[in-house]
């Protein structure tokens, strides 16, 4: 499970906080009779919440069976598909690659947390406009994806959109509508 | 209706997104009842082998182990259910769980329930398999020479079936003919990926005897039907539910071995057993599609007239077939004469054996096969005579006049106007400037190349004469006392939009506004006892079903508007929220206010019951055959081999379109799809049978960077077979997409000589085509 962060992408990685002391010792000690959890203190959605997991749980599986949070998905466990994109310190981050004790002290948002109450998200907004989705189980991953994108840049191409989502798979739409969706939050949110 | 279409025909944003977008919906590993066991399966990483001995003991005694299961414990479970065969096939049963061999990589052979999922994963790792491997049968042609390995020890060969259809003569044809090419052309195996994998919950009641399924399927009743039938139990004991689905493309229109095995488990444990599936073993399990390789045969007179076709094919069927393995095949030969006038045609097809997964409904299914070998041979025929590929099109296509038009393959085409489609496309993509565009590219050493493919293809599945049963669809209206309405499909949408689409059919009908009506689905509990959500039917038949029901529904509440205006029912017009007389707009009441006296009944209509709810069940006459014509320019580079789609033009004609919003998505998406199989897609296998490009790490599918813009045009050619007059549109991208992106990187590549090379068009293969032309 150490060789976890290969797999990686370099925007990942360069987020990631270095694991608290003792992280991998516990790790290591869960292996050999030592303490079988770890607690884990992780901000999600602007929540401070407490896990009691075991030291392999990744953070997908912590969101999603520990924090009932079920709109991150898991579709490849290959940090291919980009469907488990989270936000970790506003970093869209592949969570089925990531264990969750290396998010310990972060701030987690996931796209349940992402609207503004009952206030759509403009991404959200324009992925509804633009019939940006078909069976949506891609669609909580690439919207993330692009906040991060047009939050690095406030005016993407359609290359450069294309070229950002292109750790995204989506199966169902061509993803033409999604650059549409893309390009059209970004104009949203430079209004 | 009287007055104009409000909602038909509009572009509505769908009802399905805000919980989507939110993260808010219910696929099935989002459902967590209290008490949920979670299951593994140990499978085969050989194509074959016999298995010397299963030892679980480790796994049984592992923590948090609730139980094990072998071949042993669940060989009371039916096989898994097979349907659309042909005579001559032969039918291997396929077990739940392997018992003596596994016959490809993937097989389950020991399923572990524990209490959690990492839990089964570990448990499932301690099962000890002692395997002999085999050789494994991996080549479609191999398969049936003399001495192969075989994959069923108990069958002569390697040979599944055989299967003809014939019209007209082809010798005859062959014979008429001044010129005859042939090509002998591969469509690959290649993976539906869905991007939900599949997964199934179960849970059973013993209090209730009740057990509730939640599946990741596009056929519900078909799921419940079978799957109960495989466990032995009465299949109104079991509900199945499919709830949010991610995706199927064909792969989840099919019983899977999990969804039985779960089934049983739960009733033996009376707990909630969850399998979800991993995307490696989506890879090697689910279903997959196409695998092809034929021989074809073409006849033309030097005016490019067609007189013969031929297509001798071996068809990959891996080890056990699925629900409709070899029915698939069947649509091929059906879709061979496509757009033109081929009087003389055949399709010879041996279905063939091999330790692989079976291969299934694939977006298409049978049909892009087909459109693929015909526009391929269409442009080596083109350059053979030194003919435009479009002239030599238009030179076969049947007149807007001669339909309906009746095919040598058998099937009478509803309606078309193929020559108006490729006007339309020729002028969007300004062909002739098109053609200088690559002239003038040639001189600067570029290679561009212009692609077509003018498809028809076989929707709204179907007669069920045509389908061996089952081609009708259903659905119930009910408009609820305070007068919202309310339909109940037998259909089973995942992704395409029918809870919006089904909504706009009732809207108009009724008179009322697309947000009152609500559209349920996917629950056999719930819904009318349907058919599903496969071969472009969903809206086609399932909504045809809708606007019978909306009717039924119409026609009975205007008895009671009727009663209360002393008016004749066929006065009685549905407006704005309004149900009013005709002929005296004034006696007029709000559609809740009838809605309402339906329900209390004080006074009831001669001959009529209390309520307003309709069900319908709708036969279609015929299928419907939407068409088009796809134009494709794409750069290859010769130093690499590397395929650019710079422009994707397509003229597709649906018939009426319901909501061009889910119109316009549908065709994006079947055209990615369809060219991941042109430029990347492609299941490969070792030697032994192993799968060796099982994940998204190595098999290649279309990624936003891969692909253009698309430009899409329509004709509206509407058709008589259903009273929405809608074609069916799923599938189109997909079949007109395939052939146009690989004519068109050929015709970039005429220069050097190249007249076909096998999909996938990935650069290593293209530029192995060019150095070979270069040496």
């Avoid at chain 1, 969750?100 to 992925?127: R, S």
């Avoid at chain 2, 082998?49 to 072998?70: C, P, Q």
């Avoid at chain 2, 005859?172 to 003919?177: I, N, S």
């Avoid at chain 2, 253009?708 to 004709?715: A, D, G, I, K, S």
Wanted: with cysteine; glycine share 10%.
């Amino acid at each position: 499970m150490f060789s976890l962060d290969y797999f990686m992408e370099e925007r990942n990685s360069s987020v990631m906080k270095p694991l608290p002391v003792g992280g991998y010792a516990s790790i290591f000690f869960s292996c050999v009779g030592g303490p079988k959890t770890l607690e884990i203190n992780i901000s999600i959605n602007g929540e401070s919440r407490t896990f009691d997991v075991e030291p392999r749980t990744l953070l997908v599986h912590l969101l999603r069976d520990d924090a009932g949070l079920t709109g991150t998905h898991v579709a490849c466990e290959t940090s291919i598909c980009g469907a488990c994109t989270v936000l970790i310190d506003g970093k869209a981050v592949k969570s089925c690659t990531v264990l969750a004790a290396q998010a310990q002290g972060c701030e987690v948002t996931t796209i349940e947390g992402l609207a503004d109450g009952d206030q759509l998200h403009p991404l959200q907004e324009q992925f509804w406009e633009k019939h940006g989705l078909q069976c949506g189980f891609c669609t909580p991953g690439m919207i993330l994806t692009a906040n991060q994108l047009i939050a690095s840049n406030s005016d993407p191409t359609d290359e450069e959109i294309r070229h950002g989502i292109e750790g995204n798979i989506c199966r169902c739409t061509g993803y033409q509508n999604i650059v549409d969706a893309i390009s059209a939050a970004a104009a949203q949110m430079r209004d | 209706m009287a007055q104009a279409p409000k909602f038909i025909g509009a572009p509505i944003k769908r009802r399905d997104d805000p919980r989507l977008i939110q993260g808010l919906a219910h696929y099935v590993d989002d459902f967590n009842p209290p008490g949920t066991l979670h299951m593994a399966c140990v499978r085969s990483p050989y194509g074959k082998a016999n298995i010397r001995s299963v030892d679980v003991s480790k796994a049984a005694a592992a923590e948090g182990v609730v139980a094990v299961y072998t071949h042993e414990e669940t060989k009371g479970i039916g096989p898994v259910p097979v349907g659309g065969l042909v005579p001559d096939a032969k039918v291997p049963a396929q077990p739940i769980l392997a018992d003596k061999q596994v016959l490809f990589a993937g097989e389950p052979v020991v399923a572990v329930i524990a209490e959690t999922r990492y839990g089964a994963r570990d448990a499932a790792d301690l099962v000890e398999i002692d395997y002999e491997p085999l050789d494994a049968v991996v080549d479609l042609e191999a398969a049936l020479e003399p001495g192969s390995p075989k994959v069923h020890d108990d069958y002569e060969s390697n040979q599944a079936f055989t299967w003809a259809i014939a019209g007209g003569d082809v010798e005859a044809g062959l014979k008429e003919a001044d010129v005859i090419v042939k090509e002998k052309m591969t469509n690959a195996r290649v993976a539906p990926l869905a991007l939900e994998p599949r997964g199934v919950l179960a849970h059973y009641l013993p209090g209730e005897d009740k057990m509730t399924l939640w599946t990741s399927t596009q056929v519900p009743h078909k799921v419940r039907t079978l799957v109960a039938g495989q466990i032995g139990m009465p299949e109104n004991r079991m509900r199945v539910i499919a709830p949010e689905v991610g995706g199927g493309f064909g792969s989840k229109l099919n019983i899977y071995r999990e969804e039985a095995l779960a089934a049983f488990v739960t009733r033996e444990l009376g707990l909630p057993i969850k399998w979800v599936e991993s995307r490696s073993e989506n890879f090697m399990t689910t279903i997959h599609g196409r695998g092809q390789v034929g021989e074809i045969e073409m006849g033309l007179k030097n005016d490019g007239t067609i007189t013969a076709f031929r297509y001798n094919v071996l068809a990959d069927c891996g080890a056990y077939y699925q629900l409709l393995t070899v029915a698939i095949f069947t649509l091929t030969g059906l879709m061979l004469p496509g757009p033109y006038k081929i009087a003389n045609m055949e399709m010879n097809a041996t279905g063939v054996f091999t330790n692989k997964v079976a291969t299934d409904a694939y977006r298409g299914a049978g049909r892009p096969e087909a459109t693929y070998i015909l526009e391929r041979m269409m442009d080596i025929a083109a350059v053979e005579l030194g003919m435009d590929p479009v002239e030599i099109r238009r030179k076969n296509f049947p007149d807007k006049s001669e339909f309906p038009f009746n095919t040598s393959a058998g099937l009478s085409y509803d309606s078309g106007d193929y020559h108006l489609a490729l006007d339309r496309a020729l002028e969007a993509a300004d062909y002739p400037a098109m053609r200088a565009q690559q002239e003038e590219a040639r001189k600067d050493g570029r290679y561009l190349g212009i692609g077509f493919s003018t498809y028809v293809e076989i929707c709204g599945m179907g007669p069920s004469a045509a389908l061996g049963g089952q081609g009708w669809e259903s659905a119930r209206v009910r408009v609820e006392p305070t007068g919202k309405a309310t339909v109940f499909s037998g259909a089973s949408p995942h992704g395409q939009g029918q809870q919006t689409s089904f909504a706009q059919i009732v809207a108009d009908g009724l008179g009322i506004d697309a947000n009152d009506v609500t559209v349920v689905h996917g629950d056999t509990d719930v819904v009318p006892y349907g058919v599903g959500t496969f071969g472009s039917r969903g809206t086609v038949v399932g909504g045809s079903a809708v606007v019978y029901a909306r009717d039924k529904v119409r026609a009975k509440m205007a008895k009671f508007a009727a009663m209360e205006f002393e008016a004749d029912a066929n006065d009685i017009e549905f407006e704005d929220g309004k149900v009013f007389v005709r002929s005296a707009p004034e006696k007029s009441a709000g559609f809740a206010d009838i809605a309402m006296m339906a329900y209390s009944a004080i006074a009831l209509p001669e001959d009529t019951d209390p309520g307003l709810e309709e069900t319908h069940f709708f036969e279609p006459s015929n299928f419907t055959f939407p068409f088009g014509t796809h134009i494709v320019l794409a750069e290859v580079d010769p130093e690499t081999g590397d395929v650019e789609i710079l422009r994707y033009v397509a003229v597709d004609d649906v018939g009426n379109m319901i909501n061009p919003l889910l119109v316009h998505g549908q065709i994006h998406g079947g055209i990615a799809q369809g060219t991941g199989q042109a430029l990347e897609e492609e299941m490969i296998y070792g030697e032994g049978g192993q799968p060796l490009n099982a994940s998204f790490m190595h098999y290649a599918l279309p990624k936003a960077n891969r692909l253009p813009r698309f430009e899409l045009l329509h004709t509206t050619t509407p058709t008589d077979v259903n009273p929405l007059g809608a074609k069916g549109v799923g599938e189109a991208g997909t079949i007109g997409s395939t052939p146009a992106v690989v004519n068109a990187v050929i015709d970039a590549l005429s220069p050097f000589g190249i007249t076909h090379i096998d999909m996938p068009l990935r650069p290593e293969r293209v530029w192995r085509a060019i150095a070979e032309k270069r040496a």
